[in-house]
């Protein structure tokens, strides 16, 4: 099946295409919403569907349009991805010892149709030394990632556990969009 990702990111990319899908990627130029933790579900919403209505406008919707925007946020702060490496030892810092949360917005357009929703995993990162933070910052993977970190990757040994969906972590809910690309009629995804 062919589906149009409204993304540039390498991961969600993967995602689909390891489901067997023909992706076509169009990079949004919606400039996203930002704002305090206490309203990220719709932020991420927002952002999600401005990317997918923005790519909507110039290609259409008549093959199914995913975007999607995911965020880390902690202790009442987003955690976005880090200007530069200073900034991603304070976020994994941060992040050492603690739960956090990671919230994905998901849009599908199809034809005349939209839907949104918004997947949350809770991610809890183990108690990190400065050395073993130094070491990860020094691969470059924090520096293109929400939360400095990326699951998928090195950064799985900073993780102690999750509760949720792996694939939200990563940057789209496989089991979710699957779920919402049938409530709005696509077959066969």
Not at 19 to 32: I, K, M, P, Q, R
Not at 121 to 135: D, H
Not at 137 to 148: I, S
Not at 152 to 158: P, T, W, Y
Request: hydrophobic share 45%; glycine share 10%.
């Amino acid at each position: 099946m062919k589906v149009r990702l409204a993304s540039g990111s390498p991961r969600r990319l993967e995602l689909l295409k390891q489901l067997g899908h023909d992706v076509e990627v169009c990079v949004s130029a919606f400039n996203e919403v930002s704002g305090a933790e206490n309203v990220v579900e719709a932020i991420v919403a927002a952002n999600a569907l401005g990317k997918g209505s923005a790519v909507a406008k110039v290609m259409g919707s008549q093959i199914p349009l995913v975007s999607a925007d995911t965020v880390v946020a902690l202790e009442g702060e987003i955690l976005g991805k880090p200007q530069d490496s200073l900034e991603a030892r304070q976020m994994l810092s941060r992040l050492s010892g603690k739960c956090h949360r990671v919230l994905t917005g998901v849009a599908v357009l199809y034809e005349e149709q939209q839907l949104v929703e918004v997947t949350e995993t809770k991610v809890w990162f183990r108690n990190l030394s400065e050395a073993e933070i130094e070491a990860y910052v020094a691969t470059g993977e924090p520096l293109d990632k929400a939360g400095a970190y990326g699951i998928q990757g090195r950064g799985a040994i900073l993780v102690d556990r999750i509760e949720g969906c792996y694939n939200n972590v990563v940057g789209l809910p496989l089991t979710r969009l699957y779920q919402m690309m049938a409530q709005i009629g696509v077959r066969g995804f």
